[in-house]
Protein backbone atom coordinates (compact mmCIF):
# COMPACT_ATOMS: atom_id res chain seq x y z
CA UNK A 1 0.00 0.00 0.00
CA UNK A 2 2.71 2.46 0.88
CA UNK A 3 4.55 1.89 -2.41
CA UNK A 4 1.05 2.31 -4.43
CA UNK A 5 0.59 5.83 -2.12
CA UNK A 6 4.03 6.27 -3.13
CA UNK A 7 3.97 6.40 -7.19
CA UNK A 8 0.56 8.16 -7.19
CA UNK A 9 2.35 11.24 -5.05
CA UNK A 10 5.23 11.47 -7.20
CA UNK A 11 2.74 11.52 -9.83
CA UNK A 12 1.24 14.47 -8.83
CA UNK A 13 4.76 16.51 -8.01
CA UNK A 14 5.68 15.74 -11.27
CA UNK A 15 2.48 16.96 -13.04
CA UNK A 16 3.02 19.96 -10.64
CA UNK A 17 6.71 20.59 -11.64
CA UNK A 18 5.50 20.18 -15.33
CA UNK A 19 3.00 22.93 -15.07
CA UNK A 20 5.50 25.20 -13.04
CA UNK A 21 7.59 24.58 -16.34
CA UNK A 22 4.87 25.61 -18.48
CA UNK A 23 4.45 28.80 -16.98
CA UNK A 24 8.31 29.63 -16.39
CA UNK A 25 8.42 29.43 -19.96
CA UNK A 26 5.23 31.05 -20.27
CA UNK A 27 7.00 34.20 -18.33
CA UNK A 28 10.22 34.47 -20.46
CA UNK A 29 8.45 34.78 -23.84
CA UNK A 30 6.65 37.35 -22.27
CA UNK A 31 9.86 38.40 -20.78
CA UNK A 32 11.39 38.78 -24.73
CA UNK A 33 8.34 40.76 -26.04
CA UNK A 34 8.84 43.30 -23.75
CA UNK A 35 12.11 45.91 -23.00
CA UNK A 36 11.97 45.36 -19.53
CA UNK A 37 10.17 43.70 -16.03
CA UNK A 38 9.38 45.31 -13.00
CA UNK A 39 11.10 44.44 -9.55
CA UNK A 40 7.90 43.18 -9.14
CA UNK A 41 7.77 40.70 -11.77
CA UNK A 42 11.36 39.48 -11.56
CA UNK A 43 10.71 38.68 -7.62
CA UNK A 44 7.89 36.83 -9.01
CA UNK A 45 9.94 34.98 -11.55
CA UNK A 46 12.59 34.01 -9.43
CA UNK A 47 10.05 32.55 -6.53
CA UNK A 48 8.62 30.75 -9.66
CA UNK A 49 11.87 29.22 -10.34
CA UNK A 50 13.06 28.84 -6.64
CA UNK A 51 10.00 27.29 -6.40
CA UNK A 52 10.58 25.03 -9.23
CA UNK A 53 13.97 23.45 -8.66
CA UNK A 54 12.91 22.54 -4.93
CA UNK A 55 9.88 20.35 -6.79
CA UNK A 56 12.43 18.65 -9.04
CA UNK A 57 14.73 17.91 -5.96
CA UNK A 58 11.83 16.65 -4.27
CA UNK A 59 10.97 14.23 -6.96
CA UNK A 60 14.21 13.08 -7.33
CA UNK A 61 14.41 12.22 -3.66
CA UNK A 62 10.93 10.57 -3.78
CA UNK A 63 12.62 8.74 -6.89
CA UNK A 64 15.22 7.34 -4.98
CA UNK A 65 13.22 6.49 -2.11
CA UNK A 66 10.90 4.63 -4.63
CA UNK A 67 13.88 2.76 -5.75
CA UNK A 68 15.13 1.59 -2.72
CA UNK A 69 11.52 0.30 -1.42
CA UNK A 70 11.25 -1.32 -5.54
CA UNK A 71 14.75 -3.07 -4.46
CA UNK A 72 13.67 -4.27 -1.15
CA UNK A 73 10.81 -5.64 -2.48
CA UNK A 74 12.29 -7.51 -5.47
CA UNK A 75 14.31 -8.53 -2.49
CA UNK A 76 12.01 -9.74 -0.54
CA UNK A 77 10.22 -11.21 -3.05
CA UNK A 78 13.72 -13.49 -4.15
CA UNK A 79 13.90 -14.40 -0.50
CA UNK A 80 10.14 -15.69 -0.33
CA UNK A 81 10.71 -17.77 -3.38
CA UNK A 82 13.98 -19.30 -2.44
CA UNK A 83 12.58 -20.24 0.93
CA UNK A 84 9.69 -21.82 -0.92
CA UNK A 85 11.89 -23.81 -2.97
CA UNK A 86 14.17 -25.30 -0.37
CA UNK A 87 11.16 -26.18 0.97
CA UNK A 88 9.86 -27.75 -1.80
CA UNK A 89 13.11 -29.97 -2.51
CA UNK A 90 13.93 -30.47 1.09
CA UNK A 91 10.40 -32.31 1.45
CA UNK A 92 10.92 -36.34 1.03
CA UNK A 93 7.15 -36.64 -0.80
CA UNK A 94 7.74 -36.66 -4.53
CA UNK A 95 5.97 -33.09 -6.29
CA UNK A 96 5.61 -32.39 -9.85
CA UNK A 97 3.54 -30.08 -11.12
CA UNK A 98 2.22 -29.30 -14.59
CA UNK A 99 0.75 -27.00 -16.75
CA UNK A 100 -2.73 -27.24 -18.71
CA UNK A 101 -1.59 -29.08 -21.35
CA UNK A 102 0.25 -31.46 -18.76
CA UNK A 103 3.86 -30.28 -19.77
CA UNK A 104 5.99 -30.58 -17.00
CA UNK A 105 6.93 -27.20 -14.97
CA UNK A 106 8.21 -28.42 -11.98
CA UNK A 107 10.18 -31.16 -10.43
CA UNK A 108 11.53 -31.82 -6.83
CA UNK A 109 14.28 -34.12 -5.76
CA UNK A 110 12.36 -36.19 -3.98
CA UNK A 111 10.24 -36.96 -7.40
CA UNK A 112 13.56 -37.32 -9.20
CA UNK A 113 14.80 -39.69 -6.97
CA UNK A 114 11.90 -42.10 -6.60
CA UNK A 115 11.14 -42.29 -10.11
CA UNK A 116 14.98 -42.25 -11.33
CA UNK A 117 14.67 -38.99 -13.59
CA UNK A 118 17.01 -36.26 -14.36
CA UNK A 119 15.12 -33.25 -13.12
CA UNK A 120 17.11 -30.69 -15.15
CA UNK A 121 16.69 -32.50 -18.38
CA UNK A 122 12.57 -33.16 -18.05
CA UNK A 123 11.51 -29.45 -17.75
CA UNK A 124 8.93 -28.43 -20.48
CA UNK A 125 8.34 -32.05 -21.27
CA UNK A 126 4.65 -33.88 -21.88
CA UNK A 127 3.64 -35.84 -19.08
CA UNK A 128 3.60 -39.09 -21.48
CA UNK A 129 7.45 -38.67 -22.42
CA UNK A 130 8.54 -38.38 -18.72
CA UNK A 131 6.13 -41.31 -16.52
CA UNK A 132 5.28 -44.24 -17.61
CA UNK A 133 2.11 -45.95 -16.73
CA UNK A 134 -0.33 -46.41 -14.53
CA UNK A 135 1.09 -42.95 -13.51
CA UNK A 136 1.06 -41.48 -16.68
CA UNK A 137 -2.95 -42.71 -16.92
CA UNK A 138 -3.63 -40.78 -13.47
CA UNK A 139 -1.91 -37.43 -14.60
CA UNK A 140 -3.54 -37.42 -18.35
CA UNK A 141 -6.95 -38.26 -17.07
CA UNK A 142 -7.11 -34.93 -15.06
CA UNK A 143 -9.01 -36.16 -12.37
CA UNK A 144 -8.33 -35.48 -8.76
CA UNK A 145 -7.12 -38.00 -6.74
CA UNK A 146 -7.55 -37.71 -2.89
CA UNK A 147 -5.79 -41.29 -1.84
CA UNK A 148 -4.24 -43.24 -4.35
CA UNK A 149 -2.17 -46.44 -4.47
CA UNK A 150 -0.33 -48.23 -7.72
CA UNK A 151 2.79 -49.39 -8.96
CA UNK A 152 5.43 -48.60 -10.72
CA UNK A 153 8.21 -49.81 -12.52
CA UNK A 154 11.08 -47.07 -12.75
CA UNK A 155 13.39 -47.18 -16.21
CA UNK A 156 15.93 -49.25 -14.53
CA UNK A 157 13.40 -52.19 -13.67
CA UNK A 158 13.13 -51.33 -10.12
CA UNK A 159 9.09 -51.67 -9.10
CA UNK A 160 7.43 -49.19 -6.59
CA UNK A 161 4.48 -49.08 -4.79
CA UNK A 162 3.60 -45.24 -4.61
CA UNK A 163 0.57 -43.32 -2.74
CA UNK A 164 -0.24 -40.57 -4.78
CA UNK A 165 -2.59 -37.68 -4.43
CA UNK A 166 -3.56 -35.37 -7.84
CA UNK A 167 -5.11 -32.26 -7.69
CA UNK A 168 -6.04 -28.91 -9.84
CA UNK A 169 -2.94 -25.68 -9.34
CA UNK A 170 -4.80 -22.55 -9.04
CA UNK A 171 -3.06 -19.09 -9.06
CA UNK A 172 -4.38 -16.25 -6.51
CA UNK A 173 -7.73 -16.09 -8.81
CA UNK A 174 -8.49 -19.33 -8.40
CA UNK A 175 -8.49 -20.24 -12.05
CA UNK A 176 -6.70 -23.76 -13.19
CA UNK A 177 -3.25 -23.19 -14.43
CA UNK A 178 -2.06 -26.50 -14.77
CA UNK A 179 -2.06 -30.32 -12.24
CA UNK A 180 -0.22 -30.88 -9.12
CA UNK A 181 0.64 -34.17 -8.65
CA UNK A 182 2.37 -35.40 -4.80
CA UNK A 183 3.23 -39.31 -4.41
CA UNK A 184 5.44 -40.91 -1.66
CA UNK A 185 7.38 -44.13 -1.81
CA UNK A 186 5.11 -47.07 -0.14
CA UNK A 187 7.36 -49.87 -1.25
CA UNK A 188 9.22 -50.80 2.19
CA UNK A 189 6.11 -50.10 3.85
CA UNK A 190 4.10 -52.57 1.73
CA UNK A 191 6.69 -55.24 2.02
CA UNK A 192 7.04 -54.41 5.91
CA UNK A 193 3.08 -54.79 6.28
CA UNK A 194 3.31 -58.04 4.41
CA UNK A 195 6.19 -59.30 5.88
CA UNK A 196 3.76 -59.03 9.27
CA UNK A 197 0.69 -60.86 7.31
CA UNK A 198 2.63 -63.56 6.07
CA UNK A 199 4.28 -64.22 9.72
CA UNK A 200 1.07 -64.38 11.08
CA UNK A 201 0.18 -67.14 8.26
CA UNK A 202 3.27 -69.10 8.87
CA UNK A 203 2.72 -69.16 12.48
CA UNK A 204 -0.74 -70.42 11.73
CA UNK A 205 0.36 -72.95 9.62
CA UNK A 206 3.29 -74.54 11.59
CA UNK A 207 0.75 -75.31 13.87
CA UNK A 208 -1.01 -77.56 11.66
CA UNK A 209 2.18 -78.95 9.98
CA UNK A 210 2.98 -80.49 13.54
CA UNK A 211 -0.39 -81.62 14.45
CA UNK A 212 -0.09 -83.06 10.75
CA UNK A 213 2.84 -84.47 11.36
CA UNK A 214 3.40 -86.09 14.70
CA UNK A 215 -0.26 -87.82 13.07
CA UNK A 216 0.98 -89.35 10.33
CA UNK A 217 4.79 -90.47 12.18
CA UNK A 218 2.89 -93.35 14.27
CA UNK A 219 1.02 -95.14 10.88
CA UNK A 220 4.11 -94.60 9.10
CA UNK A 221 5.97 -96.53 11.74
CA UNK A 222 3.97 -99.21 11.81
CA UNK A 223 3.53 -99.25 8.11
CA UNK A 224 7.61 -99.36 8.00
CA UNK A 225 7.88 -101.94 10.36
CA UNK A 226 5.21 -104.11 8.46
CA UNK A 227 7.87 -103.45 5.51
CA UNK A 228 10.84 -105.15 6.98
CA UNK A 229 9.00 -108.26 8.14
CA UNK A 230 7.54 -108.32 4.71
CA UNK A 231 11.17 -108.06 3.59
CA UNK A 232 12.63 -111.15 4.90
CA UNK A 233 9.60 -113.51 3.99
CA UNK A 234 9.19 -112.28 0.52
CA UNK A 235 9.84 -114.21 -2.91
CA UNK A 236 12.70 -112.61 -4.85
CA UNK A 237 10.24 -112.04 -7.99
CA UNK A 238 8.37 -109.24 -5.37
CA UNK A 239 11.37 -107.97 -3.50
CA UNK A 240 11.94 -105.23 -6.07
CA UNK A 241 7.99 -104.25 -5.43
CA UNK A 242 9.20 -104.37 -1.26
CA UNK A 243 12.55 -102.13 -1.85
CA UNK A 244 10.25 -99.76 -3.88
CA UNK A 245 7.73 -99.13 -0.75
CA UNK A 246 11.06 -98.83 1.47
CA UNK A 247 12.05 -96.17 -0.55
CA UNK A 248 9.10 -94.08 -0.74
CA UNK A 249 8.53 -94.33 3.10
CA UNK A 250 11.93 -93.20 3.84
CA UNK A 251 10.94 -89.74 2.01
CA UNK A 252 7.92 -89.51 3.40
CA UNK A 253 9.33 -89.79 6.49
CA UNK A 254 11.78 -86.73 5.41
CA UNK A 255 8.82 -84.70 4.48
CA UNK A 256 7.19 -84.93 7.88
CA UNK A 257 11.34 -84.62 9.62
CA UNK A 258 10.88 -81.44 7.42
CA UNK A 259 7.34 -80.13 8.80
CA UNK A 260 8.54 -80.62 12.27
CA UNK A 261 11.67 -78.89 11.54
CA UNK A 262 9.31 -76.14 10.25
CA UNK A 263 6.62 -76.15 13.15
CA UNK A 264 9.48 -76.01 16.15
CA UNK A 265 10.04 -72.35 17.30
CA UNK A 266 13.25 -71.23 16.41
CA UNK A 267 15.83 -70.74 19.38
CA UNK A 268 18.53 -68.01 18.34
CA UNK A 269 22.24 -69.35 19.84
CA UNK A 270 23.86 -65.45 18.62
CA UNK A 271 27.41 -65.23 18.17
CA UNK A 272 29.50 -62.85 16.16
CA UNK A 273 30.00 -64.28 12.56
CA UNK A 274 31.86 -63.25 9.87
CA UNK A 275 29.36 -63.10 7.22
CA UNK A 276 32.25 -63.51 4.63
CA UNK A 277 33.57 -66.57 5.77
CA UNK A 278 29.96 -68.01 6.13
CA UNK A 279 29.13 -66.77 2.88
CA UNK A 280 32.26 -68.28 1.02
CA UNK A 281 32.01 -71.62 2.77
CA UNK A 282 28.32 -71.93 1.43
CA UNK A 283 28.93 -71.36 -1.70
CA UNK A 284 31.85 -74.18 -1.99
CA UNK A 285 29.71 -76.70 -0.70
CA UNK A 286 26.58 -76.15 -2.89
CA UNK A 287 28.63 -75.65 -6.18
CA UNK A 288 30.86 -78.84 -4.70
CA UNK A 289 28.81 -81.02 -7.74
CA UNK A 290 28.13 -78.36 -10.25
CA UNK A 291 29.73 -76.97 -13.45
CA UNK A 292 28.92 -74.02 -16.31
CA UNK A 293 28.31 -71.69 -13.22
CA UNK A 294 30.07 -67.96 -12.52
CA UNK A 295 30.23 -66.76 -8.69
CA UNK A 296 30.25 -63.31 -8.36
CA UNK A 297 30.78 -62.59 -4.34
CA UNK A 298 31.49 -59.15 -3.50
CA UNK A 299 31.21 -58.97 0.49
CA UNK A 300 32.01 -55.21 1.66
CA UNK A 301 33.95 -54.81 5.25
CA UNK A 302 31.21 -55.85 7.61
CA UNK A 303 31.62 -55.31 10.97
CA UNK A 304 31.21 -59.18 12.54
CA UNK A 305 27.23 -59.46 12.73
CA UNK A 306 25.59 -61.02 15.34
CA UNK A 307 23.61 -64.35 13.96
CA UNK A 308 22.94 -67.87 14.85
CA UNK A 309 25.55 -69.10 12.57
CA UNK A 310 23.85 -73.01 12.24
CA UNK A 311 20.80 -71.12 11.09
CA UNK A 312 22.43 -68.29 8.82
CA UNK A 313 24.29 -70.97 6.58
CA UNK A 314 21.35 -73.01 6.58
CA UNK A 315 18.89 -70.28 5.27
CA UNK A 316 22.01 -69.02 2.82
CA UNK A 317 22.49 -72.41 1.81
CA UNK A 318 18.72 -73.19 0.49
CA UNK A 319 18.84 -69.52 -1.29
CA UNK A 320 22.62 -70.58 -3.47
CA UNK A 321 20.91 -74.17 -3.88
CA UNK A 322 17.58 -72.51 -5.04
CA UNK A 323 19.43 -70.02 -7.27
CA UNK A 324 21.58 -73.18 -8.85
CA UNK A 325 18.45 -75.04 -9.44
CA UNK A 326 16.92 -72.25 -11.15
CA UNK A 327 20.50 -72.95 -13.52
CA UNK A 328 20.39 -76.44 -15.23
CA UNK A 329 22.10 -75.48 -18.07
CA UNK A 330 24.14 -73.04 -16.42
CA UNK A 331 24.60 -69.18 -15.53
CA UNK A 332 25.67 -66.87 -12.91
CA UNK A 333 25.62 -66.85 -9.41
CA UNK A 334 26.11 -63.32 -7.46
CA UNK A 335 26.12 -62.83 -3.44
CA UNK A 336 26.55 -59.38 -2.52
CA UNK A 337 26.56 -57.53 0.92
CA UNK A 338 26.65 -53.95 2.23
CA UNK A 339 25.55 -52.06 4.53
CA UNK A 340 21.94 -50.91 4.40
CA UNK A 341 20.36 -47.71 6.00
CA UNK A 342 18.94 -48.16 9.41
CA UNK A 343 22.35 -50.07 11.06
CA UNK A 344 21.77 -53.26 8.59
CA UNK A 345 23.09 -55.32 6.79
CA UNK A 346 21.41 -56.42 2.98
CA UNK A 347 22.60 -59.63 1.49
CA UNK A 348 21.84 -59.97 -2.11
CA UNK A 349 21.76 -63.42 -3.86
CA UNK A 350 21.01 -63.17 -7.75
CA UNK A 351 20.93 -65.66 -10.71
CA UNK A 352 20.53 -66.02 -14.28
CA UNK A 353 17.98 -68.74 -14.27
CA UNK A 354 14.11 -68.08 -15.74
CA UNK A 355 12.93 -66.37 -13.22
CA UNK A 356 9.61 -66.22 -11.06
CA UNK A 357 6.22 -65.27 -12.68
CA UNK A 358 4.70 -62.48 -10.95
CA UNK A 359 1.27 -64.39 -10.11
CA UNK A 360 3.77 -66.73 -8.38
CA UNK A 361 5.94 -64.26 -6.22
CA UNK A 362 3.49 -64.03 -3.34
CA UNK A 363 3.29 -67.33 -3.05
CA UNK A 364 6.93 -68.44 -2.61
CA UNK A 365 7.57 -68.05 0.72
CA UNK A 366 4.15 -70.10 1.75
CA UNK A 367 4.86 -73.80 3.25
CA UNK A 368 4.02 -76.68 0.74
CA UNK A 369 3.98 -74.81 -1.88
CA UNK A 370 6.82 -75.20 -4.88
CA UNK A 371 6.82 -75.42 -8.54
CA UNK A 372 9.56 -78.26 -9.00
CA UNK A 373 8.62 -82.35 -9.30
CA UNK A 374 10.04 -83.24 -5.90
CA UNK A 375 10.01 -81.13 -3.17
CA UNK A 376 8.18 -80.06 0.14
CA UNK A 377 7.71 -76.97 -0.84
CA UNK A 378 9.43 -75.82 2.66
CA UNK A 379 13.04 -74.77 1.69
CA UNK A 380 11.99 -70.93 1.31
CA UNK A 381 9.38 -70.73 4.04
CA UNK A 382 12.37 -71.99 6.59
CA UNK A 383 14.23 -69.31 5.17
CA UNK A 384 11.67 -66.92 5.35
CA UNK A 385 11.82 -68.17 9.06
CA UNK A 386 15.17 -67.88 9.89
CA UNK A 387 15.82 -64.75 8.75
CA UNK A 388 12.56 -62.97 10.60
CA UNK A 389 13.57 -64.81 13.89
CA UNK A 390 16.65 -62.77 13.44
CA UNK A 391 14.26 -59.43 13.41
CA UNK A 392 15.06 -59.26 9.16
CA UNK A 393 12.91 -59.27 6.21
CA UNK A 394 13.20 -61.23 2.88
CA UNK A 395 12.01 -59.47 -0.35
CA UNK A 396 12.18 -61.54 -3.87
CA UNK A 397 12.75 -59.52 -7.14
CA UNK A 398 12.48 -61.65 -10.11
CA UNK A 399 12.12 -61.09 -14.39
CA UNK A 400 12.42 -63.35 -17.22
CA UNK A 401 16.29 -62.79 -16.93
CA UNK A 402 16.48 -64.45 -13.76
CA UNK A 403 16.04 -63.94 -9.38
CA UNK A 404 17.89 -61.68 -6.54
CA UNK A 405 16.56 -62.18 -3.03
CA UNK A 406 17.40 -59.19 -0.86
CA UNK A 407 18.04 -59.80 3.30
CA UNK A 408 18.08 -57.20 5.36
CA UNK A 409 19.76 -57.82 8.91
CA UNK A 410 19.95 -55.74 11.40
CA UNK A 411 23.24 -55.80 13.74
CA UNK A 412 22.37 -56.56 17.18
CA UNK A 413 24.13 -55.80 20.57
CA UNK A 414 22.71 -58.33 22.55
Known amino acids: MRHDLLIVYSLVILFAAVMLLLFVRALVRLSKTKTGLSERDSSTVGFVVDTFHDLVSRLKDKERELEE???????????????????????????????????????????????????????????????????????????????????????????????????????????????????????????????????DKLSSLGEISAGI?????????????????????????????????????????????????????????????????????????????????TVQVGIDELPPLRADEVLMRQALLNLIENALESMPRGG???????????GAVEIAVSDTGYGISEDLRDKIFMPFFTTKEKGTGLGLAIVHKIVVSHGGTIQVESSGMGTTFRLRLPFKDR
Not at 264 to 283: F, Q
Not at 333 to 342: F, R, V, Y
Request: net charge neutral.
Open 69 to 199: LRKRAEDRATAIEGYNENILQSVQSGVISFDEELRLTKINLAAARILELKGETVIGKPYAEVLSRPLSDVVGAKKPVERGETSYTTPSGKRLRLGLALSPLRDGEGKTIGQLLIFSDLTHLRAIEAQIALR
Open 213 to 293: AHELRNPMAVIAGYTKLLAKRVEESLRPTVDAISKEIAVMDRIISDFLSFARPLELSLSAIDLKTVVNECVAAALSKRDMI
Open 332 to 342: TLAIHASLADG
